[in-house]
């Protein structure tokens, strides 16, 4: 904290002589954040050029990439089928017709009122507390309802819950309340329905619980009315029990699941309406039994259907289902989805050239951005006498060399990259024709390939004394010209990369001198302020002694002149 001394006594302007004075002191240390405000800019600048240098490796390296030269474009003549082409399509036309359509199956049933039952009452024991859909050839799945949500609306939010694919929605219609189920899937394997379901659950310790209470007397399954039905067990186990139910052909499912280490061993019996009750006697761990019903009649609504389509004509004619209207296989490397019922449909396939031929201009368009900002960051207006942070810098600069004289000295074998469409310009950039490429990898896509992506052997096998690859640093003419630029770029990179850590400790280490000298500076006005304090006091003494003689003068008496 300053503050201002100027002198009463001596009438100095102490605050701004020591002001100036500390503007000569601090001259050091405003040099020391000169050199840091140069170093950031030149900073800055690497790190630009590192930037454009990483947009070229990126570009040269997606050359390498198999989906890059394995891609397909595939055409339909009509807008009822979309085809698009993936990695590998070879070149292949098909005819084709539209059949049908994929459809969601919808199901609805009618309700008196909102308040009508929507679970079946039939007195015996346990009773129905829920109802259970099958959905194509899976398993029921059972939906609990709360006692107090029997009613259309309470089963369709119970149904919306478990987020089956079936959702259910209640509508007010003129022919009473509606419970509408509908599919969230397509195709006829999506189809459901509700089914009663009589289910036992015995839940065991571990897998290898003995299961059975008496192996020679097995276990016994009664389904409604009928008579018991003895099942023998072979493995004394909860999937043994299962495994035994379901090989008797009873018209009993059993199936084992793992809880939280244990082993529940659920048998089931379902038929359509509500369901009837079981009892599987002789386990050493007595069943729990649950039972499903549903109280109303459902009727489709919309039927399932698969999309189907037609292909070729005559003897030699197939047709493909799906359960979307999405359709895989027909063509290698081809998907394609239908919208409309439609006939004489061509689709075809072809290598996606003009893909590739993308590829080639965001490489080459790389190169030209890495070479605009190392030519701004070099450069220098003779006119003004202004240069930019890296003017003079020659490794840089060096760095433009290496990337026109790969492209300049083309492959061995090959020849120049003129060939394939790239070459240098007067201005010191690349330039791709489009149209030259295409011409070469139409008529000879592997070599045009190879002039882009070829590698060394030589270099690529290299290892260490430990036998672990050597970075690759070395450029061949073997090498096509991604592989070329590739190591070029990594190599720039790596320089740069040095250069910028080099430039961060030169900024550590002048922001070190620069506090030293905040510390110094501190400590040097305030030795002046304590100076110049110590001058007004002094001055104030002396002003008093000279006052003090001046009025002991005056009283001295007054010699008149003759007396």
């Known amino acids: 904290m300053t503050s201002s001394i100027d002198g009463l006594v001596s009438g100095l302007s102490t605050s701004s002589l020591i002001s100036q004075l500390m503007q000569v002191e601090s001259a050091s240390q405003t040099k020391l954040k000169s050199k840091v405000t140069a170093q950031q800019?030149?900073?800055?600048?690497?790190?630009?050029?590192?930037?454009?240098?990483?947009?070229?490796?990126?570009?040269?390296?997606?050359?390498?990439?198999?989906?890059?030269?394995?891609?397909?474009?595939?055409?339909?003549?009509?807008?009822a089928v979309t085809a698009v082409g993936t990695t590998g399509a070879p070149t292949a036309t098909l005819s084709l017709d539209v059949v049908n359509l994929a459809r969601a199956q919808v199901r609805t049933a009618t309700f008196a009122s909102p308040t009508s039952p929507v679970l079946t009452s039939d007195g015996n024991v346990p009773p129905i507390t829920g109802v259970s859909i099958k959905i194509g050839t899976g398993d029921p799945v059972d939906i609990t309802v709360a006692a107090d949500k029997n009613t259309p609306q309470g089963l369709a939010d119970a149904i919306n819950a478990r987020k089956l694919d079936v959702r259910a929605a209640v509508v007010t219609t003129d022919q009473g309340t509606v419970l509408q189920l509908t599919s969230t899937k397509t195709g006829t394997a999506a189809a459901f329905d509700f089914v009663g379901v009589a289910r036992a659950t015995s839940t065991f310790a571990t897998a290898s619980t003995p299961a059975v209470a008496d192996m020679a007397a097995g276990v016994d399954i009664t389904i409604g009315s009928n008579p018991p039905v003895n099942v023998a067990v072979g493995t004394d186990t909860p999937q043994g029990v299962a495994d035994a139910i379901n090989a008797a052909g009873i018209g009993v499912t059993a199936k084992v699941t793992a809880v939280n280490g244990q082993a529940k061993l659920e048998v089931f019996h379902s038929q359509a309406g509500a369901a009837e009750t079981i009892d599987v006697a002789g386990l050493t761990v007595g069943p729990t039994v649950t039972r499903t019903g549903f109280a109303g009649t459902t009727n489709v609504a919309v039927t399932a259907q698969d999309a189907k389509i037609s292909v070729g004509s005559g003897a030699g004619a197939y047709t493909v289902t799906s359960g979307s209207n999405s359709f895989t296989g027909v063509m290698q490397g081809v998907t394609l989805s239908v919208s409309k019922v439609e006939s004489g449909i061509t689709i075809t396939s072809s290598p996606d050239t003009d893909t590739i031929a993308n590829k080639m201009q965001a490489f080459v368009d790389a190169a030209n951005a890495a070479l605009t900002e190392i030519s701004a960051q070099t450069a220098y207006n003779s006119t003004a006498k202004v240069k930019q942070p890296l003017t003079g810098n020659f490794g840089i600069r060096q760095i433009t060399q290496n990337i026109l004289s790969q492209v300049g000295n083309g492959q061995t074998g090959y020849g120049s990259f003129s060939q394939l469409g790239v070459q240098l310009d007067k201005s010191g950039r690349l330039a791709f024709n489009r149209e030259t490429f295409l011409k070469a990898y139409a008529a000879d896509p592997a070599a045009v390939k190879n002039a882009v992506t070829a590698k060394d052997p030589l270099i690529d096998n290299k290892v260490d004394a430990q036998g672990k690859p050597v970075p690759k640093t070395e450029v061949t003419g073997v090498m096509g010209l991604a592989e070329k630029l590739s190591i070029v770029t990594n190599n720039a990179t790596n320089s740069v990369t040095a250069s910028i850590k080099g430039g961060e400790s030169i900024i550590t280490n002048l922001n070190k001198q620069i506090d030293a000298w905040d510390l110094r500076l501190e400590r040097r006005e305030a030795a002046l302020r304590k100076q110049f304090s110590n001058l007004e006091v002094s001055l104030g003494k002396l002003n008093q002694q000279s006052t003090w003689l001046a009025g002991q003068i005056g009283s001295l008496p007054k010699i008149e002149n003759g007396s």
Request: no cysteine; charged share 15%; glycine share 6%.
């Open 41 to 79: 800019k030149v900073q800055s600048s690497y790190q630009s050029v590192n930037a454009r240098l990483a947009g070229l490796k990126a570009a040269a390296d997606a050359m390498f990439a198999d989906a890059t030269w394995t891609g397909s474009k595939a055409t339909s003549s009509s807008a």
